[in-house]
């Protein structure tokens, strides 16, 4: 299948999902190609760290990184945008946050209520709408510190806003959070 200059990726629908074959309906490309390589690269070296901080075996550890790169295909297969490494910044904060519990089936315990915790905030923050404000409040708050002209990437994405405009933001995200 071929898309359009400027267009939409081709894809099967699939309910609410956009569903994209590789090579079906997008072409093998060697910047992807490599970026992947990279990506399998990094989660590798999340062996170690499970071994030594959770105390798994080899074999279970490599598993659950292999499990977590197919998981991490599907974003892609059913249409839905992935911005790598979102999660690596917090991967100190976890290693010292599950050192405080006995290195085994507590110590994975902790892990797991941390991320339950962390996907139902996720949930809350999208379901609510809160998610929509916090990215509204954040774009706001960084254009009105920063007070400059914007740049060359914010005029293109239609980013610009001034102080009067902001006023007009938040009264739209009001009026998005009450529908």
């Known amino acids: 299948?071929?898309?359009?200059?400027?267009?939409?990726?081709?894809?099967?629908p699939l309910g609410p999902f956009k569903l994209r074959i590789p090579f079906v309906h997008y072409k093998f490309a060697w910047p992807d190609y490599v970026q992947g390589l990279l990506v399998c690269a990094v989660c590798l070296s999340a062996v170690p760290m499970l071994q030594e901080y959770l105390g798994m075996p080899f074999d279970i550890a490599i598993t659950i990184v292999i499990l977590n790169g197919i998981l991490y295909c599907t974003?892609?297969?059913?249409?839905?945008?992935?911005?790598p490494g979102w999660v690596t910044p917090a991967i100190p904060i976890l290693i010292l946050y599950v050192s405080q519990f006995e290195t085994g089936?507590?110590?994975?315990h902790a892990l797991i209520a941390f991320e339950f915790?962390?996907?139902f905030l996720a949930f809350v923050l999208g379901a609510s709408g809160l998610g929509l404000l916090i990215?509204?409040?954040?774009?706001?708050?960084?254009?009105?510190?920063?007070?400059?002209?914007?740049?060359?990437?914010?005029k293109s994405m239609g980013m610009e806003i001034s102080l009067s405009q902001s006023n007009e933001v938040l009264m739209r995200l009001k009026a998005m959070w009450e529908i």
Do not use: C, N, W
């Not at 974003?75 to 911005?83: I, T």
């Not at 089936?105 to 994975?108: A, G, I, L, T, V």
């Not at 409040?137 to 914010?154: K, W």
């Open 135 to 154: 990215v509204g409040l954040y774009s706001i708050s960084s254009s009105l510190i920063s007070q400059s002209v914007p740049t060359h990437a914010e």
């Open 117 to 119: 915790m962390l996907g």
């Open 75 to 83: 974003h892609v297969l059913l249409g839905d945008p992935v911005v």
């Open 105 to 108: 089936p507590d110590r994975m």
């Open 1 to 12: 299948m071929k898309r359009d200059f400027g267009a939409e990726q081709p894809y099967t």
